[in-house]
């Protein structure tokens, strides 16, 4: 059965980067999509990037330019890099593979 793990989510001050990751344990095909969702505090989970079965990204416009996503397919790792974080940015960051979600890691952007 899958498991996803999320780690790396910090304190961290308004224009500093922050990387998070996401392992897959279980069986899992190196060219599945992946995708990045967060969600802050009282508010609706929202999408923020996809890496598609060919390594593609794509990025929700709130991110694109400043978030790039990437996959380690030998590590079955997924990794979030954060750049130019914003207070806004702040919320608990998943993972998700099918249908299975990671239990999320908690990103704070605050001076």
């Known amino acids: 059965q899958m498991r996803l793990l999320e780690s790396g989510g910090d304190l961290v001050q308004p224009g500093e980067s922050l990387r998070i990751q996401c392992v897959v344990l279980?069986?899992?095909?190196?060219?599945?999509?992946m995708g990045w969702y967060r969600q802050a505090q009282g508010k609706q989970r929202e999408w923020v990037a996809t890496i598609d079965g060919y390594g593609k990204p794509t990025y929700a416009s709130s991110v694109k330019g400043r978030f790039f996503a990437s996959r380690d397919a030998a590590k079955n790792t997924f990794n979030l890099q954060m750049n130019s974080l914003k207070p806004e940015d702040t919320a608990v960051y998943y993972c998700?593979?099918?249908?299975?979600w990671g239990q999320g890691t908690q990103v704070t952007v605050s001076s």
């Open positions: 279980g069986s899992f095909g190196s060219a599945e999509p």
């Open positions: 998700t593979v099918r249908t299975h």
